[in-house]
């Protein structure tokens, strides 16, 4: 059989009810399909969920950076190209191209995963599935021009600037905290009226803990000297003491 | 040119960051999918937003009933069957079927929708809109047997039992809260624990007037004597009363 290419491409579309004010598609419902684009191509190179959950494991979404020229609009069709540009034991790298049937570049993204055990929680070695199968799609040489997901530092000390409770749609399959309404929580930090004036150049965020429906989750905001917003979220219940579930990095530019 | 077909065919996949707990799509989604088949059904035939925004008019969704024997799980591909059964002067009327590639049918949905003038926000006669173009593709035979939308009867003194604030992801295109999102508001007002339990067999919206970000929604639940849940929301802010914006009916069953 021959082997699959080692770039997947997914077509999508910007739908109507997924654009926010601008016409634009939100950037939470980007990062929903840069998933599904994930887990297209590693289902069909045997690598994915499909598989991993017949032998107790799971992939886990560890940081992932967006980074757009502009966003699609209404109605536009576009592709999310992806493909894995380096394996190791405990952590995959994955890149994203985002363009449209003429090549206009969108934008990037690039993330990182990991590989647990569903009963342990704990991390297992990737090369270890399927005979190191992931390493036999290695794409080294495509472009995806952006940096990658970096710490994201922040001081320790500060007040929640919001505070939220989670419900029914906020939870995925697996009991958690869905991916992408975490981004959605930390876009609405900000108002419309930002909005009409700025636009996310990039977005960045970092999943350190799992929330479950009924965690509280608090949000903290510090601006860094490149005006470069951070932001924390944490989660707390009556059951355990605050603790951190991820953090985010976001660069807005004025709007023309 | 020949005519296209009566009835619309839309091919829809479950995404597995659209499913909930249980591994099925969420009733927002499914919505969702709903629209977007509307959608693109009335703009191939014609009489779609795509036409309507150049002559400064638009469709507005008035009452969503869908009423599910089974909801699609996690990468299931479906397709929504749409068409208008009926179109009056002030409103048309029109269906949904929700099936798979071997016939199974998941379910129905029934929808009324107004033409509103973008400047006055009053309705205007549509079957004035291209010398009555929908009345070419009603299509009275084909069944939806389910019940229509009907009036939701609430008592006018309770108290909300929550009341939440609205941001930048609540909004849409038209800078209104967005129509999935009251579904996905009202849902969350039963917890996790309740849909392991219990599988929303009908759902029913009307749509009263519009919401905007920044408005406070408040939430009244009441249940009538047919075990069926009412769901009133109201919008306040600083400048005007409390108004309701839209009413809904849930009927739960016990799952097996």
Request: with cysteine; net charge negative; charged share 25%.
């Amino acid at each position: 059989m021959e082997q699959l290419s080692k770039i997947g491409r997914y077509n999508f579309l910007a739908e109507p009810f997924h654009c926010d004010f601008s016409n634009h598609l939100f950037m939470g419902h980007l990062g929903n399909h840069l998933l599904n684009a994930a887990d297209f191509h590693s289902n069909e190179r045997g690598y994915g969920m499909n598989y991993l959950n017949t032998v107790n494991k799971t992939w886990v979404l560890s940081r992932l950076a967006i980074e757009m020229e502009e966003m699609p609009k209404a109605y536009d069709r576009f592709f999310v190209e992806t493909w894995v540009d380096c394996a190791m034991k405990f952590f995959t790298s994955r890149n994203f191209k985002i363009i449209d049937e003429s090549g206009f570049v969108y934008g990037y993204g690039k993330s990182v995963w990991a590989m647990i055990d569903l009963d342990t929680r704990q991390p297992v070695d990737i090369l270890m599935v399927r005979n190191g199968l992931v390493n036999k799609y290695i794409e080294e040489e495509y472009l995806c021009p952006i940096e990658r997901p970096s710490r994201v530092k922040m001081l320790v000390k500060s007040e929640p600037i919001r505070s939220i409770e989670t419900y029914y749609s906020d939870v995925d399959v697996n009991g958690h905290i869905n991916s992408v309404r975490y981004i959605e929580h930390v876009l609405n930090l900000w108002d419309l009226s930002w909005y009409k004036e700025y636009f996310i150049k990039r977005f960045e965020i970092a999943y350190v803990a799992e929330s479950h429906q009924g965690d509280k989750l608090n949000f903290y905001l510090e601006q860094n000297e490149y005006s470069v917003f951070n932001v924390r979220i944490t989660k707390s219940n009556a059951d355990e003491e605050e603790k951190e579930v991820c953090r985010c990095s976001l660069l807005f530019v004025k709007r023309d």
